[in-house]
């Protein structure tokens, strides 16, 4: 099969000079399928997106490159991390990666020394491949993984945090649970693109307890993909965004979810990413309804206790 080209080569970013230095991307998606296969049963199939073109449109210093779940295997995303480190030494680059208990060799089930190998090729974040959830039930399950996984050496040892995409009713559904699971309470968890929360949200006992989850536990909120919870209409996440940041300042994230793909296009044939995203003008809307003090959380402290927490503290020491 022809994955046809890469649609960003050349795509340089204008005018990024209100990024302030130290800022940190903490989601985004690398495709090679030539070089790394692709899942034969997955949702969707990207064009190509190269590490390369990702760097001539970024001017973040710290980049989390994210195991999409179309993705076969973690070998995609610990390579671009090797690749970049290498490419661009003025840069950081860590890696997050799926823990698949359906995989032949999970994580959760990996011996110390693997562990070890892939804190040292850049691993800071697992990721619960769950999809998008069903039912109640389907909660369940995810907490009991999530329990689980709270509890392997990545996490305790090294202080990786855990990241899921999850509607927000399993978000508000684990301010009760976090309270009774002693390995949730300290791990470090992170709701992948702002929870799911769409402005329809606002005022619900749900979004409610996603506040009170953020504010009073250690649960991060990636604010991304805001084109994803409220097409055509981005200015209507300036509140769910402003109560978010106004709740919890220290657990706010940022991911541009570059290359922005089409996931309603269905099936093996590749189709080309989403032509109305624009994560830079997603970003200065963000920075227009922050603080300049919720902004540089965001942006620089909040990811870098979150991704490099004791390696940072060393640095400073």
Request: glycine fraction near 8%.
């Amino acid at each position: 099969m022809s994955f046809g080209e890469d649609h960003y080569n050349g795509n340089m970013l204008p005018g990024s000079d209100f990024v302030p230095p130290g800022s940190w991307d903490c989601h985004m998606h690398c495709f090679d399928p030539v070089r790394f296969a692709l899942s034969p049963d997955r949702a969707y199939t990207p064009n190509p997106a190269s590490l390369s073109s990702y760097e001539a449109w970024s001017p973040f210093d710290n980049v989390i490159i994210v195991q999409a779940t179309i993705e076969a295997a973690s070998d995609g995303v610990l390579a671009h991390v090797a690749e970049g480190s290498r490419r661009y030494p003025g840069r950081r680059f860590y890696g997050t990666v799926i823990s698949d208990n359906t995989s032949p060799e999970p994580i959760i089930n990996a011996t110390p020394r693997k562990v070890d190998q892939l804190h040292e090729a850049g691993v800071r974040c697992l990721r619960i491949h769950c999809g998008f959830g069903g039912s109640k039930g389907f909660d369940q399950h995810v907490v009991h993984d999530l329990s689980r996984l709270a509890e392997s050496r990545g996490i305790v040892h090294y202080g990786w945090a855990i990241c899921l995409r999850m509607p927000l009713r399993f978000w508000a559904s684990l301010l009760d649970q976090v309270g009774q699971d002693e390995s949730l309470r300290k791990a470090k968890l992170v709701a992948d693109h702002v929870g799911c929360a769409s402005p329809s949200d606002l005022s619900t006992a749900e979004f409610e307890a996603f506040l009170d989850l953020i504010r009073h536990h250690n649960v991060y909120v990636k604010i991304s993909a805001l084109h994803r919870r409220s097409p055509g209409k981005l200015k209507d996440m300036k509140v769910v965004v402003q109560q978010l940041a106004n709740a919890a300042p220290d657990r706010m994230l940022w991911g541009s979810d570059w290359p922005h793909v089409n996931t309603g296009g269905k099936g093996l044939e590749p189709t080309p990413p989403l032509s109305d995203a624009d994560a830079m003008e997603e970003l200065r809307l963000i920075k227009s309804w922050l603080t300049s003090e919720q902004w540089k959380k965001m942006l620089v402290e909040n990811p870098c206790r979150v991704f490099r927490g004791e390696e940072a503290e060393k640095a400073t020491n």
